[in-house]
């Protein structure tokens, strides 16, 4: 027990030290000499656990596509009417992405920077998680319609709207290092939805 114990130690401080270092600096700028040296293990542990680095940086950002999706949607879960909900996409952003929190910006954009084959396993995961937010952006907006006249093709476009507007958000709030993008998105996004502020 004890010996699993160490293995899943291990394997979460190098998941953990990939991440950081990843984020701040990187994929190509992050050697695995220096990930081993930063997460304070052997080599073989990394092999034990990797077949390679881009095997690291997947696990990575699977991980990462859990954490914030199960933040997100405990954000989410604390509004009562769906209007309310898809406010709290905005809070959530606003509160993950101003001042400083997120400095490089998001994580699976600057992989895309870095894996250029759009055939490449790292781009077809980034292309997975987008995905997934912006199907959790359309659940949202269909909740909010339900019952409604609104067909599903309008509503489509909505929640495709709302999702670029997030987005906009991911992207411009490391550039000005304040909340305003997420608030202006939210106004925005607020007055196509048609909710009254």
């Given at each position: 027990?004890?010996?699993?114990?160490?293995?899943?130690?291990?394997?979460?401080?190098?998941?953990?030290?990939?991440?950081?270092?990843?984020?701040?600096?990187?994929?190509?700028?992050?050697?695995?000499?220096?990930?081993?040296?930063?997460?304070?293990?052997?080599?073989?542990?990394?092999?034990?656990?990797?077949?390679?680095?881009?095997?690291?940086?997947?696990?990575?950002?699977?991980?990462?596509?859990?954490?914030?999706?199960?933040?997100?949607?405990?954000?989410?879960?604390?509004?009562?009417?769906?209007?309310?909900?898809?406010?709290?996409?905005?809070?959530?952003?606003?509160?993950?992405?101003?001042?400083?929190?997120?400095?490089?910006?998001?994580?699976?954009?600057?992989?895309?920077?870095?894996?250029?084959d759009a055939g490449s396993r790292?781009?077809?995961?980034?292309?997975?998680?987008?995905?997934?937010?912006?199907?959790?952006?359309?659940?949202?907006?269909?909740?909010?319609?339900?019952?409604?006249?609104?067909?599903?093709?309008?509503?489509?476009?909505?929640?495709?709207?709302?999702?670029?507007?997030?987005?906009?958000?991911?992207?411009?709030?490391?550039?000005?290092?304040?909340?305003?993008?997420?608030?202006?998105?939210?106004?925005?996004?607020?007055?196509?939805m048609g909710f009254e502020q």
């Amino acid at each position: 027990m004890a010996d699993t114990l160490e293995k899943q130690c291990v394997r979460d401080r190098l998941m953990e030290t990939a991440a950081r270092l990843f984020y701040n600096q990187g994929f190509q700028a992050s050697g695995i000499n220096e990930i081993i040296r930063e997460a304070g293990i052997a080599k073989a542990s990394f092999y034990h656990h990797f077949k390679t680095k881009e095997d690291l940086l997947v696990a990575t950002l699977e991980q990462r596509h859990d954490r914030m999706m199960g933040e997100l949607r405990g954000m989410v879960s604390q509004g009562k009417t769906p209007e309310e909900k898809i406010g709290r996409v905005f809070e959530w952003l606003g509160q993950s992405c101003s001042c400083g929190t997120s400095t490089h910006g998001c994580a699976y954009l600057n992989m895309v920077s870095e894996f250029r084959d759009a055939g490449s396993r790292v781009r077809e995961l980034v292309k997975w998680h987008k995905s997934s937010f912006r199907q959790f952006m359309l659940e949202l907006v269909t909740a909010h319609f339900r019952g409604s006249d609104k067909s599903e093709d309008e509503q489509s476009d909505l929640a495709d709207e709302l999702y670029l507007l997030a987005e906009a958000v991911f992207v411009a709030s490391p550039v000005h290092q304040c909340s305003w993008p997420a608030e202006t998105a939210w106004r925005i996004a607020a007055a196509r939805m048609g909710f009254e502020q």
